[in-house]
């Protein structure tokens, strides 16, 4: 490899490295200096995020049903080559994963202690107005920024033989070497930066949890030592994966964790409050459904409390989603060839948000159950510490002990599942798109994904990973508007009208 090759890798550690840095050796600085920058973004460029995620969501559904939806991701006539379960699978478990865990109760138990559109705070109506903003934020719009980048990734790599780096969707504008220039450097370098701050912003969630997770089993203290050691051991066994090759590895994890979700949502389903999860999963779809594109362009531009709530929580998981675009959409991308445009939207957008809303029914709707029905006052613990809502509920269940136990391993398994990935991708990121990059990479990456997620923790925890995501996701939501407009126009030249599409 050339010096000249090294330049991504070698500018995107570097960076890296100054902020872990900065924030080891003065963590209150870097936070100021975060809180800063979140508070810029979230109140001048709230309205841009918006408007990113919602072009997101039209843009896949616009190909699918235009003549390119019989398009094959890959070359004509090729067949996919996992099967609908495991691709499923795979897909729900790259896509989601810890973060459904960690707000899966915790959510719906905060809208309803302090709810978004007016209710009363406890009442039956802030109950549904509660998992009515779930839905939302875990329904179409997250899936459709990954779908915006796989689908532009799988077009440029399996039709045209393109590198898989992001620097290869602007082939149109900057030609089949542009990759090598500085604005295709640059764009391979935010789209480092952007992976980083994702996937540091759920390994810290994930630490969070497993911390709570082990206080609730066995009594372990909440402390930035625990969490450390957690994410140590994390960081290990994600890495290790990674370096020993992930392809069964993932496909493997994939199912055991699709498995682990079917059981632990049957089984509350079952013990649980039966009706009021059924009901609670007809509703807030029917919410979901009646107020989408209100609530898709609604910034509140009046002020009031919906404004404050806007920026910590729609703004802020619309640049989630955002950051793990990068490398969620490098992995459906993989997992996708042979799948025709229009078998690829239907499986990447509707189906992962059925399963969402069934999770959030499920566990969402038992704790709120308990908590209008005054079983327990989970509202007040998940004010305290949004990480133990589940545990919390859990010690009313039951059984609840067991599926505690099975949670953490869900928990584990999902963010190795994530983070192996990942590492992977980063690797070919920063080796010009090679698909087996040096196992040397790997480990940096692996590393320096854990350091950040550390520094975050320690600078702020919650709401300092949540500033990561906001911040990661600024250059890059640029990036992915500029992507859909090079698929679209390399559409347009490859099939002109009246030409054949397959």
């Known amino acids: ?76 006539g090729a067949k996919p080559e996992f099967s609908n379960i495991a691709w499923f699978g795979m897909l729900f478990g790259a896509g ?24 009363e705070p406890g009442s039956p109506r802030a109950a549904e107005d509660a998992l009515r903003a779930s839905f939302f934020h875990w329904g179409l719009h997250p899936w459709a ?24 969707l602007f082939i149109p504008i900057l030609g089949s070497e542009g990759r090598l220039t500085a604005i295709g450097r640059t764009v391979d370098i935010l789209t480092i930066f952007a992976t980083v701050g994702g996937i540091a912003t759920s390994l810290g969630l994930a630490v969070l949890q497993i911390n709570s997770g082990l206080k609730y089993l066995f009594g372990l203290p909440q402390s930035t030592a625990v969490q450390f050691s957690i994410l140590l051991a994390l960081g290990v066994a994600y890495t290790f994966t990674a370096v020993s090759g992930i392809d069964k590895g993932i ?8 498995l682990l979700v079917v059981l632990l949502s049957a089984a509350l389903l079952i013990i649980g409050p039966t009706l009021a999860i059924i009901e609670s999963l007809m509703t807030g779809i029917g919410g979901y459904l009646a107020n989408f594109v209100y609530e898709s362009f609604n910034l509140a531009p ?21 950051a793990w675009a990068p490398f969620v959409g490098s992995f459906i991308a993989r997992i996708s060839r042979g799948r025709t445009i229009r078998q690829f939207v239907a ?22 159950e ?10 007040a613990q998940v ?16 059984l609840g002990g067991v599926m505690s136990v099975l949670m953490v391993v869900l928990i584990c398994t999902f963010f190795i599942t994530s983070a192996n990935s990942s590492t992977f991708v980063l690797s070919m990121y920063s080796t010009s798109g090679v698909l087996n990059p040096p196992k040397s990479r790997m480990v940096v990456w692996g590393v320096m994904q854990a350091a950040f997620a550390f520094v975050l923790l320690l600078s702020g925890g919650l709401k300092a990973l949540q500033i990561a995501s906001i911040t990661a996701a600024a250059p890059f939501s640029i990036i992915m508007v500029l992507a859909c407009a090079c698929l679209w126009h390399s559409l347009k030249a490859d099939f002109p009208e009246g030409s054949k599409v397959e």
Request: charged share 10%; glycine share 12%.
């Open 302 to 322: 009046y002020g009031g409390t919906y404004k404050e709530w806007l920026g910590g929580w729609t703004v802020y998981y619309w640049a989630w989603w955002i």
């Open 1 to 76: 490899m050339t010096k000249k090759d090294n330049i991504v890798y070698l500018a995107s550690v570097a960076v890296l490295l100054v902020l872990v840095y900065i924030g080891l050796i003065s963590p209150e600085r870097f936070s100021s200096v975060a809180n800063s920058v979140f508070t810029f973004l979230s109140k001048y460029f709230g309205w841009w995020y918006m408007a990113a995620m919602n072009c997101f969501v039209a843009f896949p559904i616009v190909l699918a049903f235009s003549r390119f939806g019989r398009l094959t991701l890959g070359e004509a």
């Open 251 to 258: 496909k493997f994890l994939g199912n055991f964790n699709l």
């Open 370 to 379: 308990m908590q209008i029905s005054g079983v327990a006052d989970l509202a």
């Open 96 to 119: 989601m994963g810890v973060g459904l865990v960690f707000y899966g109760v915790g959510e719906p138990l905060y809208h309803l202690a302090t709810p978004p559109f007016g209710a």
């Open 145 to 168: 920024g990954y779908a915006v980048i796989a689908l532009c990734l799988a077009y440029f790599q399996f039709r045209k033989g393109a590198p898989g780096l992001m620097s290869s």
């Open 347 to 368: 499986g990447v957008l509707l189906v992962p948000a059925l399963g969402s809303f069934c999770w959030f029914a499920v566990f969402g709707g038992t704790a709120l």
């Open 383 to 398: 004010n305290d510490d949004l990480s133990i809502g589940v545990f919390a509920m859990y010690e009313h269940i039951a």
